[in-house]
Structures are given as C-alpha cells and as structure tokens.
C-alpha cells in the first residue's frame, strides 16, 4: 500500500472507529436525564497549559482549537470538560505527580459520569503530557485499576505522547518513540481499534530515539511538538480530520443507527 492510501484508509480508519464506537457501544440518548449529554468529550490539555485549579468548563491551551468550535455547534448535546492538573515538569510539583495526578481526576471524572450515565458516550483526547494522562487512563481502564470500564471509552486520541509506542496504533507513520518510553501495548487490545496515537514528524516527545533530559526538559515548546493543528493526514489538517470525526459521533448519539 502506498503512503497516501495508507494514509488516506487511516483518515477513514479513524472516522469510521469513533463512529460506529458510538453507535455499537452506547444508545441514543432519547431518554437520558437533563445531566447526562449525549456525548462528553474529556480534554486534557499539556504540559504548562492548565493547573489543577483551572474550570473545567473552560478550554485552554493548544486542544482550545479544536474543542472550541465543537462546543459552539453542538451545545448541549457535547459535553466538553477540561481536566485540571498541575501540568508541571518541576513546579508545582514534579512531572510524575504531576502526571499522576491528571489521571487520577479523568480516572474519576469519567468514571463517575459513566456509572451516572449509562448512555453518554465517553471520549478522550489529551496533548502532550495531557496525552500520557490520557494513555495512562486507557492502560489502567484495560487493567481493571479504576472505575470506568474500557467499553465505555468509545475513542481515545493522544497527541504527542511521551509514552507513544510506534507498535500501537498511530494515525501517522513517524519513527521514534516516547522520551519516556512506551507502556504495553497488548493491553490495547481490548480497545479493538478505538485507541490512537498521533506524532507528528520531528516531535522530539514522542519521535525520539533515546532518553535525553535536555530533550525531556526543552522539547515541550519545540515547534514540531505544537504542529498538531496543521499536521496533514492525506492533505487534510488534523484538527478538521478530528472535527469531522467527532460530529459524526454527536450525530449518531443523537440520532441512532440508520435504518
């Protein structure tokens, strides 16, 4: 296959996964209470982007260009909540804790709302460190660790992960993995597909080859890690690529499965 089709199959891919994961693993909200949106989408923005006292109803950060529009056309029927963390490397507290702490409040965010609300369906998206609480999440959901099931995570998308593995599933062909290495990727496979990575060419947090603290240290502002708006899947930006895929998912929550 060449790498425009295999580009252009995963562009479909993608579409494809976040829609019919809103349809085969949730109902049309038709019934559901006032509280409990069609469709919530968990946004957890980068390192130095957020903190843990920021408002979850506001977006911030890099993820603001995509949610944004969202937001504004879908209303109530989308749900958009940016998780607050330290999103720190050093201050307020260290990357790990930092880091830890992030997916301890998604863990609980979307665990409750999916123990309130059978049939909101759930999805994520992180950037850059927000990207590793993101995998962090999906890795313990697979596991059984906290509560919020992996079918109830109808698509996950992590951009610019430092713990990107290339053996996962990624929307882009870039060599290299993530600074801080990649967790296991056998415990995706529940997810069938509805898990991606995306790293972007010369991202030094998720396309490197080594462990270097000046890497790990500098490469969070590096123009290559904050391309995510204008990186292309088959000429196409990603952000409309990532849009598209989540109208259709608000559509089908909405509406149900064409007969």
Known sequence: ????????????????VLLLGAGFLTAPLATAAPACPAVALFAVAGTNETSEVANP??????LAGLT???ARRW????????VPYPASLDRPVFYPFSEGRGAERLARDA???????????ITLIGFSQGAEVVS??????ANGTIA????????AIMLGSPRRDPRAPNLLDTPGRGVLGPRPTRELDVYDGRVYEVCAAGDPICATETLDVSVFRDGWASGAHRSYPTVELDGVPLFTVLERAMDAVVVR????PVS
């Open 148 to 155: 919020l099931p992996p079918d109830r995570i109808a698509g």
């Open 57 to 62: 109803a506001r977006s911030v950060g890099l």
């Open 75 to 82: 209303g109530d029927d989308l749900s958009v909540r940016y």
């Open 1 to 16: 296959m060449s790498d425009v089709a295999g580009a252009a199959g995963r562009r479909l891919l993608l579409g494809l």
């Open 253 to 256: 929550a909405t509406t149900g």
């Open 68 to 70: 944004d529009p969202l």
């Open 136 to 141: 962090d999440v999906v890795h313990r959901a």
């Open 111 to 121: 665990g409750d709302l999916a123990a309130r609300c059978p049939d909101t369906t």
